[in-house]
């Protein structure tokens, strides 16, 4: 549970599930609202019954403030 | 571009371009929804300006006539 770091500790992921296809769909666009709403946009991958989410700071090939500020606030998302 | 074969050609993938992040979330909540529509899942992963669908069958770990039914609907997306 929690993020975890990925790819070589140059970004960071958290895995997350949901009992259906539809509250998958519905989480991923929370997290892609508060993407455009940062102008920090991660990787998200899902289907059914579950998502990930990848984060870092292209520019830099790795990690920055902002990409631990994302994670924070996709914590506060409801995941149902 | 199209549908390739991938992961030991026991499902299908296509990638998909997009101009910006809001283009890409669009294009996958309309897979999503047609997802919803057929009840038969793909596996979406998307970030800035990009997204991958792949399609099988997790019953039969591997393809089905459904795949190829969902992958012809999903090239009649609009992808802007």
Redesign the interface.
């Known amino acids: 549970e929690g993020w975890e770091l990925a790819e070589q500790a140059n970004r960071i992921r958290r895995k997350f599930t949901f009992p259906d ?2 509250t998958a ?1 519905t989480f ?2 929370h997290v ?1 609202e508060l ?2 709403e940062m102008g920090h ?8 019954g579950h998502a990930s989410v990848e984060i870092w700071t292209h520019k830099i090939g790795g990690l920055h403030e902002n990409d631990f500020v994302l994670a924070a606030r996709i914590d506060t998302l409801p995941e149902t």
Request: proline content about 6%.
């Open positions: 296809f539809r769909l991923v666009n892609g993407a455009e946009h991660p990787e998200i991958s899902f289907g059914w």
